[in-house]
């Protein structure tokens, strides 16, 4: 069965702290992508990755960096944490870029 | 601008009462509809894909359509394990840059034994 895993379901940081998000997929897709959502707002794109080493600004990347080191996994780097970016954060992944994505349970992020 | 409207917000029907989920959108050029499900505390998960106007596609109960204007989600005889959100997302064609999803906000879909 496919799976894209999330490393933390919840998290509870401090304003100012980095925070690290991690996503691994077991599919050997080329595309991943880090989503949050919010309630009426919908999901909303921060940061895409067609290839290792490659990655491509979204629609929201501010405050936000992501690393892909290795094809399988995809990382969200908030350098500086803010309340504003308390949020639910879902990882997926893509055979054929934008078709058919297949998402991770989501980290709901809590900045205090 | 790009937009992608799901209507109702919020649905409550008993079981086995048949409605339909609306998902409207103004783009420039469409290359695929999505429909997604969404139950609490998970991700979004892959329902369906839709090209062209005329198109169809089913799955159980889920019978989801397009026009050029706006796609229909039919839910047949629902029964209690068809309660999630539903998700509509668009790609949008922009002649070669990149097509990213345009999702919509959603339909919370309860359906009460």
């Known amino acids: 069965d496919v799976k894209v895993t999330q490393s933390s379901r919840y998290l509870v940081k401090r304003t100012g702290e980095k925070v690290f998000l991690e996503c691994v997929q077991d599919m050997d897709h080329e595309n991943m992508f880090w989503y949050r959502q919010d309630p009426g707002l919908g999901l909303r794109l921060i940061y895409f990755s067609y290839d290792v080493k490659m990655k491509e600004k979204g629609d929201i990347p501010e405050g936000y960096s992501v690393s892909r080191e290795k094809k399988e996994r995809f990382s969200l780097i908030l350098e500086s944490a803010s309340t504003n970016q308390t949020s639910m954060y879902l990882c997926?992944?893509?055979?054929?870029?934008?078709?058919?994505?297949?998402f991770g349970s989501g980290t709901q992020l809590s900045v205090l | 601008e790009d937009q992608v409207t799901q209507s109702p917000e919020a649905l409550r029907l008993q079981e086995g009462e048949s409605s339909s989920l609306n998902c409207s959108y103004t783009?420039?050029?469409?290359?695929?509809l999505f429909w997604y499900r969404q139950d609490p505390g998970k991700g979004p998960e892959f329902l369906f894909t839709l090209y062209s106007a005329g198109e169809e596609k089913e799955k159980e109960r889920l019978k989801a359509t397009l026009t050029k204007k706006e796609s229909f989600l039919h839910i047949t005889a629902p029964k209690p394990e068809d309660s999630a959100t539903y998700l509509c997302?668009?790609?949008?064609?922009?002649?070669?840059?990149?097509?990213?999803?345009?999702f919509g906000t959603g339909t919370l879909l309860a359906v009460q034994p």
């Open positions: 997926a992944s893509s055979l054929i870029h934008w078709e058919k994505l297949f």
């Open positions: 783009v420039s050029g469409l290359r695929g």
């Open positions: 997302a668009v790609q949008a064609d922009y002649g070669g840059a990149t097509n990213k999803l345009i």
